[in-house]
């Protein structure tokens, strides 16, 4: 079976790059912009999902809480630009798989999805919105 990973991130540019990081494992991707949108896509019942923390209706913690309540087995990774260290230790008592910061090295969200490292040519990394 291909693992299926849900991506949700408001901003169009990094999710795409997301997406076309996980692609080359041949992983079915579906896409959220929003909390609405996230929850709608957990009725497909992802293997993983990427969460932002700041989404234009809500929070990624809504849609960790969902999937713990929903009881999925789904490994969740927090993605985040914050680096507030109250802000980051809320996202770490969410208990995610692992709570990485923007930008993101290749590396660091495939150790975090339990994946094999790349062949080269090696980590990259995915820029801050200016």
Request: net charge negative; hydrophobic share 40%.
């Given at each position: 079976m291909v693992?299926?990973?849900l991506i949700v991130d408001?901003?169009?540019p990094t999710r795409r790059v997301l997406a076309r990081l996980v692609a080359r494992k041949g992983w079915t991707i579906d896409e959220a912009a929003d909390v609405h949108g996230a929850l709608a896509a957990l009725?497909?019942?992802?293997?993983?999902?990427?969460?932002?923390l700041i989404l234009p209706?809500?929070?990624?913690?809504?849609?960790a809480?969902?999937?713990?309540?929903?009881?999925l087995p789904t490994r969740v990774v927090i993605c985040t630009g914050l680096c507030v260290p109250d802000q980051l230790a809320?996202?770490?008592?969410m208990a995610p798989g692992r709570v990485l910061t923007k930008p993101i090295k290749l590396d660091d969200l495939l150790a975090a999805l339990n994946l094999p490292k790349p062949t080269p040519p090696g980590p990259i990394a995915i820029p801050l919105p200016g």
């Open positions: 693992p299926r990973i408001d901003h169009l009725d497909a019942r992802p293997d993983y999902a990427i969460l932002d209706d809500g929070g990624g913690e809504r849609i809480a969902e999937i713990a309540a929903r009881g809320a996202a770490e008592a």
